[in-house]
Each structure stands twice: as C-alpha cells, then as structure tokens.
C-alpha cells in the first residue's frame, strides 16, 4: 500500500530508467555521467543516483553545490561534477567531500576566489575546465585562458578533465561539428602545455544519440534518461517515460448547456456535458496556460482541460466517458507524454517535469514493487 494523501502523485518508473541508460550507453559505446541537476529534472535525485549506482554508473552532475552535497550525504560517495557557479567562500565547508565533489573552473576570479578560501585545502580536489566552444554561457574564453593555465601551474591544480557543451545539439548539425572541432583544438592546446588531464567529454543527449562519434571518455544526458525526446527531429522509440504523473477524479459534474467552467468564465459549454474535476493545479506545477489547450488521459481516453487551471484543481471533459469519482487519471507520461503538454505551452518537455513541485509526492516502483 502506498500513502498517498490526495490521489495525486509523480510515479517514478526505476526500470524505465535504467533502461534508458543502458540504451543510451549502448548508443555511445562510453561511460556515462548522468545529470541529475534540477532534482533530476523533477524525478527525484537522490533514489535515481542510488539505482544508477547499483548498476554500475560511478560519476554523476548536477548544476549546484547543495545538489551534489545532497546526494553525497545520501550515499552517493562518488565523483560529482558541479557544473555552475557556486560562493567561493564554500570552500571552508566542503573539505570532507572533496573526494568526490568536483567543481567546475569557470572564470580566472572564482579560481583566485576559491584559492583564498581553501588555502592549502586546493590540493585535495580534483577539477574540471569548461571551455566555451560557442554556447557562450559560463565556458572559458580562449582570452582568459592562459591566465588560468599560469595559475593551474603555480598552485599544482589537479585539473581531472575538460569539457564543453552544445547549443544545438538537438537542431542544428553544422555548428555541432564546428564546437566539436574548437573542442578537439582546446585539446590539443592544452596538451602542448603539459596541462594534464585524464576524462573529456562534451555530449548532452541529443550529441550522444544523433553523433555517438562524438562521445569522447564520458557523456552527459539528463532529458533522455528520463525517457523524454531530446529533440523533434527524430523520436527515439527506445526511450520510455519515467514520470508518469497522477490524480483521482474528485467529482463529476453534469453541466448545463451554456454554463461557463472555472475562473474568469473563459470555457461556455455549447450542450450538457460531463465534467471531471482533477485535484492538481499550478501550485502543483500544471502549466496555467495549458488552460483549453490540451487534454489529459482518463481509461485511455482523451479528456480536454477545459476553463483556466486554477492553484489546486482543474476540470476536464469528460465526453460520453463512463468514470466516477475515486478513478485515477494520466496527467502526463506515456500518453500524453511531456512533450505534448510542452508543444501546447509553448515550452520544452525540460520544463514540465522540472516544474513538478514539492507538493507532489513522488513514488518509486521497481520490478513491479513500490519502493521507499
Ligand atoms: C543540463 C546539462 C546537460 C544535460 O543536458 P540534456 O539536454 O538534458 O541531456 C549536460 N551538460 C551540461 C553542462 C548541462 O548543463
């Protein structure tokens, strides 16, 4: 039996998940690093890294400092790559993790920053260079990177590995190969300044399904470990949903021909209808501009939302389908899947679980059972 207050909840799907990185490990013939930044998009950091690492994944990242200390707290005693920014002063506190934290270099001030702070401490961690290859976002300039190497030499920085990231890597296959090119000359660079290195990687999950040759030492997919399509260039049928997102009818309603729904009166019923309504709403995360845009499913059926999404609750249609109270209904997952909510909301399957938000409880089944 599993407590679930509201009948609304984020069923976390631990063999799709698994699966999906065998999938994508077998399509890049390389090790993997997944990303599990953001909560893992949603689904749950700390359960997802414990099952990947049972299988046998040894390196994760996640964007944040807390995001990585949470999970080392949580057993997960393995190299963690921070991808972005954090306080520099952190460095006073982060000393008995630093066998497995690993921050990313990315300015010449945050390295001199975090030199202060550690002190002697430095020699303990192991780092890894972001170079900007064309994303332009927190990589190194090749303006600053001398500067950098200098100070890598005068301290004996242990610089683990390199890296960069694509911004098109799901579009646009020219500009691909040109930062793969800066990527490999970056390299080469370093190389011939003795910088030693030993891990470079570059791949998100659309580089490490649409050009496998490019995977390098390791790769780094978040959106296609969760079953989610990195791109609408090509669906790869491989990858199955790992949230499934849940709820209960709470109540039908019989509605009168030329009665309105919800807030703001935007839904005018044009004959009698049936109404469900569904206790989840946008402080659950629903997109409320998903308001008449698209439908949720109930028995396999389609049912449109219909009025405006409000905090805690939503209505939707329930056609001539036969449904009481107490049934549960798909808000998204295999069908519809994220992808279509997000198409309708004007936005990227990225976003819709990302935004999932506290209030809903996450579930983990594995092998049929459910977990935790
Ligand atoms: C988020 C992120 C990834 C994963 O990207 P996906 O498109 O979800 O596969 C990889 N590398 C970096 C630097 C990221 O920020």
Known sequence: MIFDNRGTFALIDI???????????KKTNTKIMPVLKAD?????????AKHALKEGYERFAVAFLDEAVELIKNGIKKPIL?????NPEMMKYIDDYSEYIIPTISSLEFLEKILYY????IQKFKFHLNYNTGINRIGLNDYEIDEILRKIKEKNIKIEGIYSHFATADEDDEFIIEQFKEFKNFENYLNSKHINFS?????????????PEMSLDFVRPGIATYGLQPSSKKQFKELKPVMTLISTISKIN???????????????????????????????????????KTFINIKGKKCE???????DQMVVNLNDLNAKTGDKVIIFGEYPT????????????????????????????????YIE
Not at 40 to 48: E, F, I, N, T
Not at 118 to 121: A, D
Not at 339 to 358: C, G, L, P, R, W
Request: hydrophobic share 30%.
């Open 254 to 292: 019989n509605v009168k021909k030329g009665d309105t729904i919800g807030y703001g009166r935007t839904y005018k019923t044009n004959k009698d209808i049936n109404t469900a309504i569904i206790p989840i709403g946008y402080a659950d995360g629903i997109f409320r501009n998903l308001s008449n």
């Open 40 to 48: 893992a998009y949603g689904h749950g950091s700390k359960v997802l």
């Open 338 to 369: 994220a992808n279509e909510h997000a198409e309708k909301a004007n936005t990227i399957n990225y976003e819709i679980t990302s935004k999932i938000t506290k209030r809903i409880k996450r579930i983990y089944k594995k092998g049929g059972k």
């Open 199 to 211: 891990i470079r990687h570059i791949s998100n999950s659309a580089a490490s399904l649409f050009h």
């Open 118 to 121: 550690s002190g002697k401490n």
């Open 82 to 86: 921070v991808f972005n920014y954090f």
């Open 305 to 311: 939302i219909i009025g405006n999404i409000s905090m």
């Open 15 to 25: 063999d799709n998940y698994l699966q999906n990185l065998e999938y994508i490990n």
